[in-house]
């Protein structure tokens, strides 16, 4: 199996292509969504009361891809659970709609019987991103006050499995 592409090709906030056709049957892109790794958007308990909201707000506008939104949410959600059972409330706020695409060139011998170059360029899908500008919440954590530290602990170990800095926001 390929290796993943670094994100640096995908990471800009441009407009994605949208295919335009005289032929209105034809105004709609090809290849569906691609399968996406994030398991679930909500753990712990989403019923509980709970007086304390943190925040994790993002301080750029990227794309974000959707195996790093579910490593956060593994990291942190395996801290919460440990230390706190099922009192917090763990929601990711964000959903991956943003479809990435590559057209795989080959290069080297025998390069020509592989692809076919700029013929069929629009590419295969390969994964989603959610598209998020500044200031944005991606992730919050409801848990009582004597809890704050811990919450602020498990955003901060799911913000350095993103590609950009964040800031935790403490609301009461």
């Known amino acids: 199996m390929a290796r993943i592409r670094k994100f640096a090709a995908y990471h800009s906030l ?25 398991v679930r958007f909500e753990m712990g308990n989403p019923k509980g009361e709970f007086d304390t909201t943190v ?12 195996n790093a ?42 390069a020509d019987r592989m692809s076919t170059g700029m013929k069929k360029s629009f590419g295969k899908s390969i994964g989603s991103a959610a598209r998020v500008k500044e200031g944005q919440t991606i992730m919050e954590v409801r848990v009582n006050k004597e809890n704050i530290i811990l919450a602020k602990e ?19």
């Open 14 to 38: 441009e407009r994605p292509y949208t295919r335009v056709s005289k032929f209105t049957k034809k105004n709609f892109v090809r290849g569906g969504f691609p399968q996406m790794k994030i």
């Open 55 to 66: 925040r994790l707000n993002s301080k750029r506008s990227m794309n974000i891809r959707h």
């Open 69 to 110: 939104f579910e490593s956060a949410r593994m990291t942190s959600n395996g801290l919460l659970e440990r230390n706190l059972g099922k009192e917090y409330h763990l929601k990711i706020k964000v959903y991956p709609f943003h479809v990435l695409r590559e057209n795989p060139l080959a290069a080297g011998a025998g």
């Open 154 to 172: 498990a955003l901060k170990r799911a913000s350095k499995k993103f590609p950009c800095s964040f800031k935790i926001v403490v609301a009461e």
